[in-house]
């Protein structure tokens, strides 16, 4: 090879591999900085975003909260009483202030309600709503169960869970009712996982159908 190059690796490859002939390929590894005249830098994998603008429904729900959170904290009035102040006395640094931290907490608001928006789902089984009642119960009875056991859990979580499953009744099972009630939606589970491909396959098909509506025509 041509000195001054240094090789990490080389060999060649077994007769008719690549193409048919008799020859043999010869092949051979350089650096980076051999081969461009640097070193590059790591290549780093975008983090998964809890916002997926392509599922209409998600952004809804998104958009409500965010016009809910603006109006609590107080930066929808903040903004509306710059916008006066600016418009009757113009623009001054003390104004400029304000926009700045309006801005500042706006994005922090967006910031934290995209985080609490949905949950990512990064395991081998294809996540679908009809999936997700089998896990709200496991992830209820578990917190009964450490709260009989007199492990700290909130009551507001778990009347959360009793909302999205319906089981209203979690809070009179005792330790041995709330375990057992515990297997049984790890059994539930277990049967329900084997119909979680169709499951899924049906979500993605309202998703479609939802995106379908939400379009505007041309």
């Known amino acids: 090879m041509t000195p001054g190059l240094q090789a990490v ?3 060649y490859s077994a007769f008719g591999d690549g193409c048919p002939s008799d020859h043999r390929v010869l092949w051979a590894d350089f650096t980076y900085t051999d081969a461009f005249g640097l070193s590059s830098t790591p290549l780093v994998c975008p983090g998964a975003r809890r916002l997926n603008t392509k599922n209409p429904r998600l952004v809804e729900k ?3 909260q965010l016009r809910k959170q603006l109006v609590h904290s107080g930066l929808a009035k903040r903004l509306f009483d710059l916008e006066l102040s600016a418009t009757q006395q113009g623009w001054s640094t003390l104004l400029q ?7 500042a907490s706006h994005l922090k608001l967006r910031t934290l309600i995209e985080r609490n928006l949905r949950k990512l789902r990064m ?3 294809p996540w679908s709503p009809k999936l997700q009642v089998f896990r709200n119960a496991i992830e209820l009875w578990s917190m009964i169960l450490r709260k009989r056991k007199g492990v700290k859990v909130s009551n507001t979580r778990i009347r959360r869970f009793m909302a999205k499953t319906g089981i209203w009744n979690a809070f009179s099972a005792d330790e041995t009712g ?5 297997k049984t939606a790890h059994r539930q589970y277990r049967a329900a996982k084997k119909d979680a491909s169709v499951w899924r396959d049906e979500f993605l098909h309202s ?3 939802a995106k379908a509506k939400k379009r505007p025509l041309l």
């Open 62 to 64: 998104y958009v409500q």
């Open 178 to 182: 709330a375990e057992l009630n515990l």
């Open 207 to 209: 998703l479609a159908s």
């Open 97 to 103: 202030e304000e926009y700045d931290d309006i801005q």
């Open 9 to 11: 690796a080389a060999g």
């Open 123 to 125: 395991g081998g089984i």
